[in-house]
C-alpha cells in the first residue's frame, strides 16, 4: 500500500511569486484535503476535494485553489504569495470525505518559504 | 477566541511519570474527536478517537465532557519514544474539516 506522497519537500519562492504543490492519494482513496501549518500553531484547514470537486474551504483567500485529477492526486496553488504564506503544507488523503469518520492520513508535507 | 485551546507547554517529565493533557473547544457543533500526535518537522499521525464514554488504548487514556466542552489526555509510564507534540483535533462535520489546537509540547526525560 503506497502511502501519501507530496513533492517537493522544500521551496523557496519570492513574495509575489506563484507556486504548485503536489499529492498523490494513497491507494484507494478518493478524497484530499490540504492543510497550512505554521511554525508553533496547528494545521489549519485549506480545502477538501471529493471526486475532482471542491467539497469544503476553510477561510483562505482565492488565490489559494485546487485541483483533483481522476486518479485523485491533487494539487495546491498559491498565487501573488505573501511572507505569511511561508509555513508547511500538508496534504492528507481518505477513503471517503471528512465527516464520514474516514480516518486521515497525512503526507510528510512541502515546506514554503517566502522571502 | 480560539476554537480549540491548548496549554503550549512544555511539559517536561521523567520516564515512568504519568502526565495529563487538556484541551477546550468553543464549538458545541462538534461531533468528533481525536488526539494526533507530531514529532518534531514530520506530519500529524492519529494518536486516538475520543468517545464520550471515555476510552483507553495502552498507557494511553482519553475523556471528553461535552457539557464542559473540554478533552483531555492521559499519558502513563511515559517513555522518552512519548516526547512529541500532542495536537487535540475536533470535527465539524458540516464544514467536512479537522479543526487543531496548537499542540501541546512533551518532553520526557531520562
Known amino acids: 500500500e503506497t502511502g501519501v506522497t507530496q513533492s517537493p519537500t522544500h521551496l523557496i519562492k519570492t513574495r509575489g511569486q506563484q507556486v504548485t504543490l503536489r499529492c498523490s492519494s494513497q491507494?484507494?482513496?478518493?478524497?484530499v484535503s490540504w492543510y497550512q501549518q505554521a511554525l508553533g500553531q496547528g494545521p489549519q484547514f485549506i480545502f477538501q476535494?471529493?471526486?475532482?470537486?471542491?467539497?469544503g474551504r476553510g477561510n483562505f483567500p482565492p488565490r489559494f485553489s485546487g485541483l483533483q485529477f481522476p486518479n485523485y492526486s491533487s494539487e495546491l496553488n498559491v498565487n501573488a504569495l505573501e511572507l505569511d504564506d511561508s509555513a508547511l503544507y500538508l496534504c492528507a488523503s481518505s477513503s471517503g470525505p471528512t465527516g464520514d469518520n474516514s480516518p486521515l492520513h497525512f503526507g510528510n508535507g512541502t515546506r514554503l518559504t517566502v522571502t | 477566541r480560539k476554537e480549540v485551546e491548548q496549554d503550549p507547554g512544555p511539559f517536561n517529565v521523567p520516564e515512568g511519570a504519568t502526565v495529563a493533557f487538556n484541551c477546550t473547544y468553543s464549538n458545541s457543533a462538534s461531533q468528533s474527536f481525536f488526539w494526533y500526535r507530531q514529532d518534531c518537522r514530520k506530519e500529524p499521525k492519529l494518536l486516538m478517537s475520543v468517545y464520550s464514554s471515555g476510552n483507553e488504548d495502552g498507557r494511553f487514556t482519553a475523556q471528553l465532557n461535552r457539557a464542559s466542552q473540554y478533552i483531555s489526555l492521559l499519558i502513563r509510564d511515559s517513555k522518552l519514544s512519548d516526547s512529541a507534540t500532542y495536537l487535540c483535533?475536533?470535527?465539524?462535520?458540516?464544514?467536512?474539516?479537522?479543526?487543531f489546537g496548537s499542540g501541546t509540547r512533551l518532553q520526557v526525560q531520562p
Open positions: 483535533v475536533l470535527m465539524d462535520t458540516g464544514r467536512r474539516a479537522l479543526t
Open positions: 491507494s484507494g482513496h478518493n478524497t
Open positions: 476535494y471529493y471526486r475532482e470537486e471542491e467539497n
